[in-house]
Protein backbone atom coordinates (compact mmCIF):
# COMPACT_ATOMS: atom_id res chain seq x y z
CA UNK A 1 0.00 0.00 0.00
CA UNK A 2 3.12 2.28 0.29
CA UNK A 3 2.27 3.53 -3.48
CA UNK A 4 -1.06 5.10 -2.77
CA UNK A 5 -1.33 7.95 -1.57
CA UNK A 6 -3.23 8.71 2.06
CA UNK A 7 -6.36 9.93 1.17
CA UNK A 8 -7.27 6.76 -1.16
CA UNK A 9 -5.69 4.49 1.33
CA UNK A 10 -8.84 4.41 2.95
CA UNK A 11 -10.96 4.05 -0.10
CA UNK A 12 -9.53 1.13 -1.19
CA UNK A 13 -9.25 -0.89 2.31
CA UNK A 14 -13.21 -0.10 2.07
CA UNK A 15 -12.84 -1.80 -1.42
CA UNK A 16 -11.13 -4.76 0.10
CA UNK A 17 -14.00 -4.91 2.70
CA UNK A 18 -17.02 -4.83 0.59
CA UNK A 19 -15.76 -7.28 -2.00
CA UNK A 20 -14.08 -9.96 0.02
CA UNK A 21 -12.62 -12.74 -1.91
CA UNK A 22 -12.95 -10.53 -5.40
CA UNK A 23 -9.41 -10.82 -5.84
CA UNK A 24 -8.63 -9.49 -9.29
CA UNK A 25 -10.87 -6.95 -9.15
CA UNK A 26 -8.81 -5.98 -6.14
CA UNK A 27 -5.77 -5.71 -8.18
CA UNK A 28 -7.17 -3.97 -10.83
CA UNK A 29 -8.37 -1.59 -8.15
CA UNK A 30 -5.28 -0.59 -6.86
CA UNK A 31 -3.84 -0.15 -10.23
CA UNK A 32 -5.88 2.63 -10.64
CA UNK A 33 -6.07 3.95 -7.33
CA UNK A 34 -2.52 4.01 -7.29
CA UNK A 35 -2.17 6.26 -10.09
CA UNK A 36 -4.89 9.07 -8.55
CA UNK A 37 -3.08 10.92 -5.95
CA UNK A 38 -1.93 13.94 -7.99
CA UNK A 39 -5.70 13.96 -9.50
CA UNK A 40 -7.16 14.37 -6.25
CA UNK A 41 -5.06 16.69 -5.09
CA UNK A 42 -5.24 19.14 -8.01
CA UNK A 43 -9.39 18.49 -7.95
CA UNK A 44 -10.40 18.50 -4.69
CA UNK A 45 -14.87 18.19 -6.03
CA UNK A 46 -13.51 14.69 -6.98
CA UNK A 47 -13.29 13.81 -3.38
CA UNK A 48 -16.02 15.69 -2.01
CA UNK A 49 -18.65 14.40 -4.50
CA UNK A 50 -16.54 10.71 -3.33
CA UNK A 51 -16.30 10.15 -6.98
CA UNK A 52 -13.39 7.45 -6.55
CA UNK A 53 -16.11 5.62 -3.70
CA UNK A 54 -18.64 5.42 -6.71
CA UNK A 55 -16.68 4.53 -9.11
CA UNK A 56 -15.47 1.23 -7.38
CA UNK A 57 -19.14 0.16 -6.62
CA UNK A 58 -20.90 -1.02 -9.89
CA UNK A 59 -24.29 0.54 -10.64
CA UNK A 60 -26.01 -2.69 -10.75
CA UNK A 61 -25.15 -6.34 -10.86
CA UNK A 62 -27.05 -9.26 -12.47
CA UNK A 63 -26.61 -12.75 -11.64
CA UNK A 64 -28.71 -15.45 -13.25
CA UNK A 65 -29.43 -19.14 -13.44
CA UNK A 66 -28.37 -20.58 -17.06
CA UNK A 67 -29.75 -23.62 -17.20
CA UNK A 68 -29.53 -25.54 -20.86
CA UNK A 69 -29.40 -29.23 -21.64
CA UNK A 70 -26.24 -31.16 -23.43
CA UNK A 71 -26.57 -33.57 -26.28
CA UNK A 72 -27.24 -36.50 -23.65
CA UNK A 73 -30.41 -34.55 -22.66
CA UNK A 74 -28.25 -34.25 -19.42
CA UNK A 75 -29.72 -30.86 -17.61
CA UNK A 76 -26.49 -28.45 -16.93
CA UNK A 77 -26.57 -25.31 -14.88
CA UNK A 78 -24.45 -22.25 -15.18
CA UNK A 79 -24.36 -18.89 -13.39
CA UNK A 80 -24.50 -15.78 -15.52
CA UNK A 81 -23.14 -12.36 -14.70
CA UNK A 82 -23.73 -8.98 -16.59
CA UNK A 83 -22.27 -6.13 -14.31
CA UNK A 84 -23.06 -2.43 -15.56
CA UNK A 85 -20.92 -0.90 -13.78
CA UNK A 86 -20.34 3.23 -15.08
CA UNK A 87 -22.76 4.47 -17.50
CA UNK A 88 -21.28 8.75 -17.20
CA UNK A 89 -20.25 8.20 -20.85
CA UNK A 90 -22.94 6.24 -22.14
CA UNK A 91 -24.74 2.81 -22.40
CA UNK A 92 -22.69 0.69 -20.50
CA UNK A 93 -20.20 -1.13 -23.49
CA UNK A 94 -18.31 -4.63 -23.25
CA UNK A 95 -18.10 -8.08 -23.78
CA UNK A 96 -19.48 -11.21 -22.37
CA UNK A 97 -16.76 -13.86 -21.38
CA UNK A 98 -17.27 -17.54 -20.97
CA UNK A 99 -14.60 -19.52 -19.75
CA UNK A 100 -14.85 -21.89 -16.64
CA UNK A 101 -12.65 -19.78 -14.33
CA UNK A 102 -15.46 -16.92 -14.46
CA UNK A 103 -17.24 -15.73 -11.07
CA UNK A 104 -18.27 -12.38 -10.07
CA UNK A 105 -14.82 -10.97 -9.59
CA UNK A 106 -13.10 -11.47 -12.94
CA UNK A 107 -16.70 -9.73 -14.46
CA UNK A 108 -16.24 -6.44 -11.92
CA UNK A 109 -12.76 -6.37 -12.47
CA UNK A 110 -13.38 -6.26 -16.24
CA UNK A 111 -16.22 -4.41 -16.26
CA UNK A 112 -14.11 -1.85 -13.87
CA UNK A 113 -11.41 -1.82 -16.19
CA UNK A 114 -13.48 -1.13 -19.18
CA UNK A 115 -14.61 2.17 -17.63
CA UNK A 116 -11.56 3.70 -17.75
CA UNK A 117 -10.82 1.80 -21.56
CA UNK A 118 -13.62 2.92 -23.13
CA UNK A 119 -13.47 6.38 -21.55
CA UNK A 120 -9.79 6.77 -23.23
CA UNK A 121 -11.83 5.71 -26.99
CA UNK A 122 -12.89 9.22 -26.61
CA UNK A 123 -16.45 7.55 -27.51
CA UNK A 124 -19.49 8.02 -26.01
CA UNK A 125 -19.29 4.37 -24.27
CA UNK A 126 -19.72 3.54 -20.58
CA UNK A 127 -18.04 0.41 -19.35
CA UNK A 128 -19.59 -2.39 -18.26
CA UNK A 129 -18.90 -6.59 -18.57
CA UNK A 130 -20.50 -10.15 -18.15
CA UNK A 131 -20.31 -13.71 -18.93
CA UNK A 132 -20.89 -17.06 -17.58
CA UNK A 133 -18.87 -20.12 -16.15
CA UNK A 134 -19.95 -22.20 -19.20
CA UNK A 135 -16.57 -23.99 -20.42
CA UNK A 136 -16.79 -24.11 -24.46
CA UNK A 137 -14.22 -26.70 -25.23
CA UNK A 138 -15.19 -29.63 -26.16
CA UNK A 139 -19.14 -28.55 -26.49
CA UNK A 140 -20.80 -29.33 -29.59
CA UNK A 141 -22.02 -26.26 -32.07
CA UNK A 142 -25.82 -27.35 -30.81
CA UNK A 143 -24.74 -26.92 -27.29
CA UNK A 144 -23.32 -23.86 -27.50
CA UNK A 145 -26.16 -22.80 -28.87
CA UNK A 146 -28.69 -24.23 -26.24
CA UNK A 147 -26.13 -22.51 -24.36
CA UNK A 148 -26.15 -18.92 -26.04
CA UNK A 149 -30.19 -18.93 -25.96
CA UNK A 150 -30.92 -19.88 -22.42
CA UNK A 151 -28.24 -17.13 -21.36
CA UNK A 152 -30.05 -14.59 -23.64
CA UNK A 153 -33.34 -15.45 -22.16
CA UNK A 154 -32.59 -13.62 -19.27
CA UNK A 155 -30.54 -11.23 -20.23
CA UNK A 156 -32.42 -10.03 -23.24
CA UNK A 157 -34.95 -7.98 -20.57
CA UNK A 158 -31.40 -5.77 -19.12
CA UNK A 159 -29.81 -4.82 -22.41
CA UNK A 160 -30.69 -2.48 -25.23
CA UNK A 161 -28.75 0.21 -27.52
CA UNK A 162 -28.96 2.66 -25.55
CA UNK A 163 -29.01 0.84 -22.45
CA UNK A 164 -26.42 -1.89 -22.06
CA UNK A 165 -24.36 -3.09 -25.48
CA UNK A 166 -22.48 -6.81 -24.96
CA UNK A 167 -20.05 -8.02 -27.48
CA UNK A 168 -17.70 -10.79 -27.41
CA UNK A 169 -14.38 -11.69 -25.22
CA UNK A 170 -12.74 -14.98 -24.25
CA UNK A 171 -14.64 -17.71 -25.40
CA UNK A 172 -17.27 -15.44 -27.30
CA UNK A 173 -17.04 -14.76 -30.48
CA UNK A 174 -19.40 -14.10 -34.15
CA UNK A 175 -21.19 -17.63 -33.43
CA UNK A 176 -22.09 -17.26 -30.06
CA UNK A 177 -23.09 -13.17 -30.94
CA UNK A 178 -24.84 -14.73 -33.76
CA UNK A 179 -27.34 -17.28 -31.37
CA UNK A 180 -27.61 -14.61 -28.96
CA UNK A 181 -28.84 -11.80 -31.59
CA UNK A 182 -30.96 -14.56 -33.02
CA UNK A 183 -32.58 -15.28 -29.81
CA UNK A 184 -32.87 -11.86 -28.89
CA UNK A 185 -34.49 -10.83 -32.21
CA UNK A 186 -37.24 -13.60 -31.54
CA UNK A 187 -38.03 -12.81 -27.72
CA UNK A 188 -38.23 -8.78 -28.50
CA UNK A 189 -39.97 -9.24 -31.90
CA UNK A 190 -37.24 -6.31 -32.63
CA UNK A 191 -34.85 -6.22 -35.61
CA UNK A 192 -32.17 -4.39 -33.44
CA UNK A 193 -28.68 -4.61 -34.80
CA UNK A 194 -27.36 -2.22 -32.00
CA UNK A 195 -28.03 -4.38 -29.05
CA UNK A 196 -24.59 -6.23 -29.50
CA UNK A 197 -21.80 -5.65 -31.26
CA UNK A 198 -19.17 -8.54 -33.11
CA UNK A 199 -22.19 -9.19 -35.70
CA UNK A 200 -22.08 -10.68 -38.93
CA UNK A 201 -21.26 -8.68 -41.66
CA UNK A 202 -24.19 -9.71 -43.43
CA UNK A 203 -26.22 -8.73 -40.36
CA UNK A 204 -25.05 -5.06 -38.78
CA UNK A 205 -21.39 -6.00 -38.34
CA UNK A 206 -18.55 -4.21 -38.87
CA UNK A 207 -16.13 -4.57 -41.23
CA UNK A 208 -12.44 -4.88 -38.51
CA UNK A 209 -14.11 -5.57 -35.87
CA UNK A 210 -12.68 -9.31 -35.79
CA UNK A 211 -9.09 -7.50 -36.33
CA UNK A 212 -9.71 -4.76 -34.11
CA UNK A 213 -8.44 -5.72 -30.93
CA UNK A 214 -5.22 -7.25 -32.42
CA UNK A 215 -4.50 -4.55 -35.16
CA UNK A 216 -4.87 -1.94 -32.12
CA UNK A 217 -2.76 -3.18 -30.14
CA UNK A 218 0.12 -3.46 -32.50
CA UNK A 219 -1.00 0.43 -33.44
CA UNK A 220 -0.36 1.32 -30.02
CA UNK A 221 2.89 -0.52 -29.74
CA UNK A 222 3.86 0.97 -33.15
CA UNK A 223 3.19 4.71 -31.54
CA UNK A 224 5.26 3.77 -28.35
CA UNK A 225 8.18 2.50 -30.46
CA UNK A 226 8.13 5.61 -33.10
CA UNK A 227 8.11 7.74 -29.32
CA UNK A 228 11.56 6.23 -28.81
CA UNK A 229 12.53 6.67 -32.83
CA UNK A 230 12.32 2.91 -33.33
CA UNK A 231 9.53 0.46 -35.07
CA UNK A 232 8.97 -2.87 -35.93
CA UNK A 233 11.05 -3.65 -38.21
CA UNK A 234 13.35 -6.39 -38.21
CA UNK A 235 12.02 -7.01 -34.71
CA UNK A 236 12.06 -10.49 -33.12
CA UNK A 237 8.10 -10.50 -31.09
CA UNK A 238 6.37 -12.91 -29.43
CA UNK A 239 2.35 -13.34 -28.61
CA UNK A 240 0.58 -14.97 -26.54
CA UNK A 241 -2.60 -16.91 -27.00
CA UNK A 242 -3.78 -18.13 -30.23
CA UNK A 243 -7.24 -16.56 -30.16
CA UNK A 244 -9.02 -13.34 -32.01
CA UNK A 245 -6.53 -10.71 -30.33
CA UNK A 246 -3.48 -13.01 -31.06
CA UNK A 247 -4.08 -14.18 -34.60
CA UNK A 248 -4.38 -10.25 -35.59
CA UNK A 249 -1.55 -8.92 -33.33
CA UNK A 250 0.16 -11.42 -35.30
CA UNK A 251 -0.90 -10.48 -38.78
CA UNK A 252 -0.38 -6.80 -38.12
CA UNK A 253 3.13 -7.02 -36.32
CA UNK A 254 4.12 -8.97 -39.70
CA UNK A 255 2.25 -6.06 -41.84
CA UNK A 256 4.09 -3.66 -40.06
CA UNK A 257 7.69 -5.39 -40.68
CA UNK A 258 7.94 -7.70 -37.36
CA UNK A 259 8.73 -11.24 -37.01
CA UNK A 260 6.70 -13.13 -34.48
CA UNK A 261 8.17 -16.77 -33.56
CA UNK A 262 5.76 -17.87 -31.01
CA UNK A 263 2.58 -18.26 -29.48
CA UNK A 264 0.15 -20.61 -27.29
CA UNK A 265 -3.02 -22.01 -25.95
CA UNK A 266 -3.54 -22.82 -22.78
CA UNK A 267 -1.68 -26.59 -23.39
CA UNK A 268 1.23 -25.41 -24.73
CA UNK A 269 3.29 -23.10 -27.20
CA UNK A 270 4.40 -23.03 -31.11
CA UNK A 271 8.15 -21.86 -31.54
CA UNK A 272 8.68 -21.55 -35.12
CA UNK A 273 11.74 -19.44 -35.81
CA UNK A 274 11.40 -18.66 -39.25
CA UNK A 275 8.29 -16.91 -38.35
CA UNK A 276 4.39 -17.90 -37.48
CA UNK A 277 2.86 -19.20 -40.38
CA UNK A 278 -0.81 -16.98 -39.85
CA UNK A 279 -2.70 -19.20 -42.57
CA UNK A 280 -1.90 -22.25 -40.90
CA UNK A 281 -3.00 -21.01 -37.49
CA UNK A 282 -6.08 -18.88 -38.68
CA UNK A 283 -7.05 -22.54 -40.46
CA UNK A 284 -6.69 -24.48 -37.19
CA UNK A 285 -7.94 -22.12 -34.65
CA UNK A 286 -10.49 -20.52 -36.71
CA UNK A 287 -11.88 -22.47 -39.08
CA UNK A 288 -11.32 -26.24 -37.25
CA UNK A 289 -11.19 -25.13 -33.68
CA UNK A 290 -8.46 -27.31 -32.90
CA UNK A 291 -5.38 -27.09 -30.38
CA UNK A 292 -2.54 -25.58 -31.93
CA UNK A 293 0.11 -28.38 -31.33
CA UNK A 294 -1.18 -29.36 -34.61
CA UNK A 295 1.14 -26.73 -35.89
CA UNK A 296 3.81 -29.18 -35.57
CA UNK A 297 2.38 -31.82 -37.51
CA UNK A 298 2.31 -29.81 -40.62
CA UNK A 299 5.60 -27.36 -40.04
CA UNK A 300 8.29 -30.16 -38.89
CA UNK A 301 11.04 -27.49 -38.42
CA UNK A 302 8.61 -25.85 -35.54
CA UNK A 303 9.19 -27.13 -31.76
CA UNK A 304 5.90 -27.60 -29.97
CA UNK A 305 6.72 -27.35 -26.53
CA UNK A 306 4.11 -28.54 -24.14
CA UNK A 307 3.63 -26.49 -20.54
CA UNK A 308 6.11 -24.37 -22.25
CA UNK A 309 6.73 -20.83 -20.88
CA UNK A 310 6.18 -18.85 -23.84
CA UNK A 311 8.12 -15.76 -22.22
CA UNK A 312 11.47 -17.18 -21.51
CA UNK A 313 12.02 -17.05 -25.54
CA UNK A 314 14.04 -13.88 -26.35
CA UNK A 315 12.44 -11.45 -28.03
CA UNK A 316 12.14 -7.33 -28.15
CA UNK A 317 8.51 -7.10 -28.27
CA UNK A 318 5.76 -9.10 -26.36
CA UNK A 319 2.75 -8.51 -27.12
CA UNK A 320 0.39 -10.81 -23.76
CA UNK A 321 -3.07 -11.49 -25.93
CA UNK A 322 -3.96 -14.40 -23.90
CA UNK A 323 -5.49 -13.75 -20.41
CA UNK A 324 -5.12 -12.04 -16.87
CA UNK A 325 -2.02 -12.26 -14.82
CA UNK A 326 -0.14 -14.29 -17.50
CA UNK A 327 3.01 -12.60 -16.99
CA UNK A 328 4.87 -12.71 -12.87
CA UNK A 329 7.22 -10.62 -11.33
CA UNK A 330 9.63 -13.37 -12.29
CA UNK A 331 8.78 -13.80 -16.66
CA UNK A 332 9.13 -9.49 -16.50
CA UNK A 333 12.55 -10.36 -15.30
CA UNK A 334 13.38 -12.63 -18.03
CA UNK A 335 12.02 -10.65 -20.66
CA UNK A 336 14.06 -7.44 -19.73
CA UNK A 337 16.90 -9.86 -19.30
CA UNK A 338 16.58 -11.25 -22.46
CA UNK A 339 16.58 -7.48 -24.35
CA UNK A 340 12.43 -6.85 -24.54
CA UNK A 341 11.82 -3.23 -25.17
CA UNK A 342 8.55 -3.47 -25.52
CA UNK A 343 5.32 -4.73 -23.63
CA UNK A 344 1.90 -4.02 -25.00
CA UNK A 345 -0.81 -5.82 -23.50
CA UNK A 346 -3.79 -6.99 -25.99
CA UNK A 347 -5.26 -9.18 -22.91
CA UNK A 348 -6.84 -7.70 -19.92
CA UNK A 349 -4.65 -7.35 -16.85
CA UNK A 350 -2.16 -10.05 -18.41
CA UNK A 351 0.81 -8.88 -16.00
CA UNK A 352 1.35 -9.21 -12.56
CA UNK A 353 1.44 -5.85 -10.32
CA UNK A 354 5.06 -7.56 -9.65
CA UNK A 355 5.38 -7.56 -13.57
CA UNK A 356 4.33 -4.43 -13.88
CA UNK A 357 6.79 -2.68 -11.79
CA UNK A 358 9.60 -4.68 -13.07
CA UNK A 359 8.75 -3.49 -16.49
CA UNK A 360 8.33 0.41 -15.36
CA UNK A 361 11.78 0.34 -13.28
CA UNK A 362 13.31 -1.07 -16.42
CA UNK A 363 11.74 1.94 -18.59
CA UNK A 364 10.92 0.00 -21.20
CA UNK A 365 7.95 1.04 -22.83
CA UNK A 366 5.07 -0.82 -21.62
CA UNK A 367 1.16 -0.16 -22.55
CA UNK A 368 -1.21 -1.47 -20.04
CA UNK A 369 -4.53 -3.41 -21.39
CA UNK A 370 -6.55 -0.42 -20.67
CA UNK A 371 -4.94 1.28 -23.54
CA UNK A 372 -3.55 -0.81 -25.61
CA UNK A 373 -5.82 -3.64 -25.97
CA UNK A 374 -8.65 -0.35 -26.46
CA UNK A 375 -9.23 -0.82 -30.40
CA UNK A 376 -11.62 -3.45 -29.99
CA UNK A 377 -14.36 -1.65 -27.96
CA UNK A 378 -13.57 1.27 -30.25
CA UNK A 379 -14.04 -0.58 -33.08
CA UNK A 380 -17.47 -2.25 -31.48
CA UNK A 381 -18.84 1.73 -30.96
CA UNK A 382 -17.81 2.37 -34.91
CA UNK A 383 -20.16 -0.51 -35.52
CA UNK A 384 -22.15 1.11 -33.39
CA UNK A 385 -22.72 4.67 -34.94
CA UNK A 386 -23.10 2.40 -38.46
CA UNK A 387 -26.00 0.72 -37.45
CA UNK A 388 -27.68 4.02 -36.26
CA UNK A 389 -26.78 5.39 -39.58
CA UNK A 390 -27.83 2.24 -40.89
CA UNK A 391 -24.88 2.51 -43.18
CA UNK A 392 -21.59 0.25 -43.45
CA UNK A 393 -17.97 1.74 -44.02
CA UNK A 394 -15.09 0.03 -46.33
CA UNK A 395 -12.61 -2.11 -44.65
CA UNK A 396 -10.01 0.77 -45.43
CA UNK A 397 -11.94 3.60 -43.72
CA UNK A 398 -13.01 1.71 -40.75
CA UNK A 399 -9.14 0.62 -40.23
CA UNK A 400 -8.22 4.41 -40.63
CA UNK A 401 -10.69 5.36 -38.22
CA UNK A 402 -9.07 2.57 -35.83
CA UNK A 403 -5.54 3.71 -36.36
CA UNK A 404 -6.71 7.31 -35.43
CA UNK A 405 -8.05 6.11 -32.37
CA UNK A 406 -5.15 4.22 -31.51
CA UNK A 407 -2.79 7.28 -32.31
CA UNK A 408 -4.93 9.77 -30.21
CA UNK A 409 -5.31 7.66 -27.11
CA UNK A 410 -1.27 7.16 -26.92
CA UNK A 411 -0.82 10.73 -27.60
CA UNK A 412 -3.20 11.18 -24.54
CA UNK A 413 -1.68 8.33 -21.97
CA UNK A 414 1.63 10.08 -23.38
CA UNK A 415 0.73 13.47 -22.71
CA UNK A 416 -1.02 13.22 -19.14
CA UNK A 417 2.04 11.13 -17.71
CA UNK A 418 4.36 14.18 -18.84
CA UNK A 419 1.61 16.67 -16.87
CA UNK A 420 1.26 14.28 -13.96
CA UNK A 421 5.14 13.77 -13.71
CA UNK A 422 5.90 10.40 -14.24
CA UNK A 423 6.93 11.16 -18.40
CA UNK A 424 7.03 7.84 -20.74
CA UNK A 425 4.66 6.10 -17.70
CA UNK A 426 1.72 4.78 -19.36
CA UNK A 427 0.10 3.33 -16.89
CA UNK A 428 -0.41 6.84 -14.94
CA UNK A 429 -1.43 8.30 -18.12
CA UNK A 430 -4.15 6.00 -19.28
CA UNK A 431 -5.42 5.21 -15.39
CA UNK A 432 -5.61 9.52 -15.18
CA UNK A 433 -6.59 10.27 -18.68
CA UNK A 434 -9.64 7.70 -18.57
CA UNK A 435 -10.69 8.74 -14.89
CA UNK A 436 -11.20 12.53 -15.57
CA UNK A 437 -13.19 12.05 -18.58
CA UNK A 438 -15.67 10.01 -16.19
CA UNK A 439 -15.14 11.91 -12.97
CA UNK A 440 -16.37 15.02 -14.66
CA UNK A 441 -19.19 13.69 -16.29
CA UNK A 442 -20.28 12.18 -12.59
CA UNK A 443 -20.30 15.22 -11.50
CA UNK A 444 -21.88 17.07 -13.76
CA UNK A 445 -24.57 14.64 -13.52
CA UNK A 446 -24.98 14.97 -9.66
CA UNK A 447 -25.44 12.48 -6.78
CA UNK A 448 -26.63 9.91 -9.06
N1 LIG B 1 -14.06 -7.72 -24.71
C1 LIG B 1 -13.42 -6.63 -25.38
C2 LIG B 1 -12.65 -5.80 -24.38
O1 LIG B 1 -12.10 -6.34 -23.47
C3 LIG B 1 -14.35 -5.84 -26.30
C4 LIG B 1 -15.60 -5.33 -25.69
C5 LIG B 1 -16.59 -4.72 -26.71
O2 LIG B 1 -16.31 -4.70 -27.89
O3 LIG B 1 -17.62 -4.24 -26.23
O4 LIG B 1 -12.53 -4.60 -24.48
Known amino acids: ??????????????????????????????EV???????VSKHPQFLERKIIQRICEPERQIIFRVPWQDDKGEVQINRGFRVEFNSSLGPYKGGLRFHPSVYLGIIKFLGFEQCFKNSLTGLPIGGGKG?????????????????????????????GEHTDVPAGDIGVGG???????????????????????????????????TEATGYGATFFVNEMLKARKDSFAGKTCLVSGSGNVAIYTIEKIHQLGGKCVACSDSNGIIYDEKGLDLELIKQIKEVERRRIS???KTHKHAKYIAGGNIWDIPCQVAMPSATQNEINGKDAATLVKNGCIA???????????????????AKIAYGPGKATN???????????????????????????KLEDIMVNIHRNCFETAEEYGAPGNYVVGANICGFIKIANAMVAHGLV
Open 131 to 159: GADFDPKGKSDDEVMRFCQSFMTELYRHI
Open 1 to 30: MAHVDQKIEGMYQEVLKRNPGETEFHQAVL
Open 343 to 361: VGEGANMPTTPEGVKVFLD
Open 294 to 296: DYA
Open 175 to 209: REIGYMFGQYKRITNRYEPGVLTGKGLTWGGSLVR
Open 33 to 39: LESLGPV
Open 374 to 400: AGGVATSALEMQQNAGRDSWTFEYTEK
